[in-house]
């Protein structure tokens, strides 16, 4: 459709309470005087806003030689079948490029973009904008995502909607509009400078969501958007993320980051993630990194990495929280309170002796029910399970599954404590297993 036939398109379409961007762009646009300027390109908003208020509008001219002008939307008369504006055409001033990073565009910025719907945990592409009008401003309500949205764009909903209502005026096309409300929509807008996302709202509404959504996103997100976002947010999402995404992509990420953004980041997460992407690595990577970091999460980590990855040894963490044998179980919940946790709270106790020998295991719930000044021993289990450092998975999962634990403690051959695996790790390893058995056997000729 050529220029005239959009243009046309637009002037012929009203602007009431709701108006969508893509019946405003290429509206003409006129002086105080009705003297034609240029026609409507872009609109500038206020990210800081829940749902954010045009501030100004960037008006276009000129074939091929593109020109542009920044209009502030107080100098806006009215919008309508063309935008006229309060002041005389001598007033504007164009220029070959309009480029500013530091705004937020719904052209630019939005339209055609990737943006994370908060809501729904989800990225999605936006295909048009609908807007609000309010105090003679336009603020953004909704995005589109459907496929009329785009239609809408290209100046043929019109067409389409004429030929889908004869055949079926019932059709889900016509009935439900796929509008995703403003305030649940992050976009990604990167910096070229620091490539970095350019966060226009709150970082909780990213924060807040579920780690492991949180991983399909970066999934589904370009690498140039993954790059920038993990860089971007704070060190215990970074954590919460890294821990939910396949090694390709963990790779591609920690490349992106320095020395010192890497080493923060494999402190924050367990030791038992940190090994298994760690062992992964070319031997040269793993030992520069081992290098970077103190010298006692370095010893913790070699020494899980020297256990093969289907073993007890190799499963387990050694974030855990042990207690010595008679400590007042008001000291113990204390401890608990005060622990920052890497990823999540864990649900047991390990009581030990001086000498680090397992004795037993207590959660919470029993914690909470007994006396503040009991020892801890006597909210303990009355029997208690472990496994050794070269159990199999099978005998773990085996346990873990008979008797309904979420975690089991590791010992070595001298009955001291060394770490604990998790239902979390267990059930990776044997979805792990499931698959390479599921592969072989399709993989396997078929019987005649």
Do not use: C
Not at 116 to 131: A, F, G, M, P, S
Not at 181 to 194: A, D, E, H, R
Not at 392 to 414: T, W
């Amino acid at each position: 459709m050529n220029n005239q036939n959009q243009n046309q398109f637009a002037a012929d379409t009203e602007v009431g309470v709701f108006v969508y961007f893509s019946q405003l762009m290429d509206r003409p646009v006129v002086d105080k005087n009705n003297v034609y300027v240029g026609h409507l390109y872009d609109i500038v908003v206020k990210p800081e806003e829940t749902y954010p208020f045009s501030t100004s509008l960037i008006i276009r001219k000129g074939f091929p030689n593109r020109k542009y002008a920044v209009v502030k939307w107080e100098y806006i008369e009215e919008i309508n079948k063309e935008i006229t504006l309060k002041v005389d055409r001598s007033h504007l001033s164009f220029s070959e490029i309009h480029d500013n990073r530091e705004e937020l565009t719904l052209r630019r910025d939005i339209l055609d973009q990737q943006v994370v719907d908060t809501y729904n945990h989800k990225v999605i592409r936006v295909n048009d904008i609908h807007l609000l009008t309010v105090d003679h401003s336009l603020m953004i309500a909704h995005v589109d995502i459907s496929l009329r949205g785009l239609l809408r764009r290209l100046r043929y909903e019109k067409f389409v909607d004429f030929w889908v209502r004869a055949f079926n005026k019932n059709a889900e096309y016509l009935r439900i509009e796929h509008l995703i409300p403003w305030k649940y929509i992050q976009p990604l807008t990167i910096n070229p400078v620091s490539m970095t996302i350019k966060v226009n709202f709150p970082q909780k509404k990213l924060t807040s969501i579920p780690a492991a959504d949180f991983g399909e996103i970066f999934a589904d997100l370009s690498i140039k958007h993954q790059t920038a976002l993990f860089k971007s947010i704070d060190i215990n999402t970074k954590a919460k993320i890294f821990t939910n995404i396949d090694f390709k992509i963990q790779k591609l990420l920690i490349e992106e980051l320095d020395d010192k953004q890497s080493v923060e980041l494999l402190n924050s997460i367990p030791s038992d993630e940190a090994t298994d992407f760690l062992e992964k690595l070319s031997k040269g990577m793993t030992d520069k990194y081992l290098k970077l970091m103190e010298n006692k999460t370095a010893k913790k980590l070699s020494e899980l990495l020297g256990y093969s990855s289907d073993s007890a040894g190799g499963l387990m963490t050694k974030d855990y929280m042990a207690f010595t044998k008679g400590t007042p179980v008001e000291a113990v919940i204390k401890s608990i309170k005060e622990r920052e946790f890497r990823i999540e709270p864990i649900q047991f106790v390990y009581i030990v002796d001086d000498q680090n020998h397992f004795i037993s295991t207590a959660n919470y719930r029993h914690l909470l029910m007994a006396d503040l000044q009991d020892p801890v021993e006597k909210a303990a289990f009355a029997k208690t399970y472990f496994v050794r450092l070269d159990s199999s998975v099978k005998e773990v999962a085996y346990l873990m599954e008979k008797y309904k634990y979420y975690s089991i403690a590791v010992v070595d051959e001298n009955n001291v404590l060394q770490g604990i695996i998790t239902v979390d790790d267990i059930l990776s390893q044997l979805i792990s297993i499931a698959w390479r058995r599921l592969k072989k056997i399709k993989s396997l000729p078929k019987q005649q």
